[in-house]
């Protein structure tokens, strides 16, 4: 058995071939947490979860960069969606109502996003502000419901350790592309560091090798982040093992340790 902890099978990249994607998944007994980015793919991915059955469950919330929306032009993405969602402001008690499915395990993807950020110094305080209130309002619902959260953190690492120095939440950092000292700082905090397909991209292997295996949890992020050698363009679950054997490479233990102790982590934070 394997967790992805974060997956987009609710996506329109599998609008075409979904059940052949799924049947693969099962096959390979790959659990799932399908995390949402707004109000209608966490909607998708609930709906998702409870069609499929026992190895697929959902997070639900709204992506900072959705809640930055109104301070930058977004374009649409495909894989996504068909069109371009708008949705800037969150609304708790939809998500609320969303959250009464027994297949929602987390509050997530929610977080900070400075990678696109306006050009004027007042825009960008004004972007960083509305993002940092939209988590928290987030982060608060998922203390009221008990959950651990998804945090989708990009170019404010610093500032989200701030921010979770001063909130009893527990979670994983989603992606994790942050230096050894920021790693060790959320670990200290109780989080879990998320890894994928970006290690074949980002250089994070100073983390991989330092940071005890008990602290990682396994993702794909599909479709996006393809590993290297996955024989496909567009990722999906199998493709966890592209993963996995690198990370026993850079911390020399076996592929059956990497497999067995990062799906002991995601049991152990998401109660599945």
Known sequence: ?????????????????????????????????????????????????????????????????????????????????????EENIFDAEK??????SKKVVAIGEIGLDYYYKPKTA???AEFKEKQKQVFLQQADLAKE?????????????????EILKSRNLRGVIHCF??????????VELGFYLGINGIIFKFNIDEVIKNI??????LETDCPYLTPVGAPEKRNEPIFMEYTIQKIAELKNITVEEVSQKTTENAKKLFHI
């Open 1 to 85: 058995m394997l967790v992805d902890t974060h997956s987009h099978l609710q996506f329109n990249a599998y609008k075409d071939d979904l059940d052949e994607v799924v049947k693969r998944t099962q096959t390979k007994n790959i659990w799932c947490i399908n995390v949402g980015t707004n109000y209608l793919s966490s909607k998708d991915g609930v709906l998702f979860a409870e069609k499929y059955g026992d190895n697929f469950y959902s997070a639900i919330g709204l992506h900072p960069m959705y809640a930055g929306a109104e301070f930058l032009k977004i374009k649409n993405d495909d894989n996504e969606s068909k069109e371009l969602v």
């Open 95 to 100: 998500y609320r109502e969303l959250a009464k």
């Open 122 to 124: 007042t825009k960008l």
């Open 145 to 161: 419901l008990g959950l651990p959260v998804i945090i989708h953190c990009r170019m404010a690492h610093n500032e989200m350790i």
């Open 177 to 186: 592309t942050g230096t050894l000292e920021q790693a060790k700082k959320y």
């Open 212 to 217: 005890p295996l008990e602290h990682f949890v």
